[in-house]
């Protein structure tokens, strides 16, 4: 089945360090793959997305990159505050059948910024 | 446009009673996503629903069900709880047109089964 490995966490920075979290994926097919961010006490709030091979999500200084050949989307953000501090959670979509309507995610990486 | 919404936030139960939690999707979204979150197992889907119908089901025992109405409006129902149903409890709906569309989540109801 479908599956998302996220690093292991928790990551804590400096406001302005650059991040990565790394997030690999096992999948049939073409899914489709996303961030969300979970801030204290909240629902998921969608951060980014993309569809196919090659696509770049962004959105508030986050990106990620669907690399078909490594089966990655990379969470990178050049310069951290500490509004930023929040769990982040990889997720993809597959098409159909026993995929309709489930996200599956990783299992969520706590990220911390301080001042 | 009004974001998904979910009744009540907070739910305190003792074992054997039974619970019921309500999702209203974004308007327009015809598929509502259901998934349990907890510290241990994270992030667990629970069923999906589109036009009144079950179209997909996690791994979880038949105690949770759900149901959709015409409305597009969604219900779970977890019968008979345990201690470990305790959890933070996620909607989330979606348009369905073109493949698969992201989904946008609620605030959740969290449960506490004393």
């Known amino acids: 089945g479908d599956s998302v490995t996220q690093m292991e966490g928790p990551v804590t920075l400096s406001e302005e360090a650059f991040l990565t979290i790394n997030c690999t994926y096992t999948?049939?097919?073409?899914?489709?793959l996303f961030w969300y961010v979970q801030y204290p006490g909240e629902g998921l709030q969608l951060l980014l997305k993309a569809t196919k091979a090659d696509d770049k999500g962004s959105n508030k200084g986050f990106e990620a990159t669907y690399r078909k050949e490594t089966t990655s989307f990379h969470l990178e953000k050049g310069s951290v505050q500490v509004s930023d501090s929040a769990v982040y959670f990889c997720a993809l979509l597959n098409a159909g059948g026993t995929s309709y309507g489930k996200l599956t995610f990783g299992q969520g990486t706590i990220l911390t910024v301080h001042p | 446009k009004a974001g998904v919404t979910q009744t009540p936030r907070y739910l305190i139960k003792t074992r054997g009673q039974q619970v019921t939690l309500s999702c209203s999707p974004i308007?327009?979204?015809?598929?509502v996503s259901w998934y349990q979150q907890t510290p241990g197992q994270g992030l667990q889907f629970l069923f999906e629903y589109f036009s009144e119908t079950q179209r997909n089901k996690g791994n979880f025992p038949g105690r949770f069900s759900g149901r959709q109405f015409s409305n597009s409006r969604s219900e779970m129902n977890v019968s008979t709880l345990e201690l470990g149903d305790s959890a933070l409890y996620l909607c989330?709906?979606?348009?369905?047109?073109?493949?698969?569309?992201?989904?946008?989540f609620g605030p959740g109801t969290r449960l506490t089964v004393l």
């Open positions: 308007s327009g979204h015809r598929s």
């Open positions: 999948a049939t097919g073409y899914p489709s």
């Open positions: 989330a709906s979606s348009v369905v047109a073109g493949g698969p569309r992201e989904q946008f």
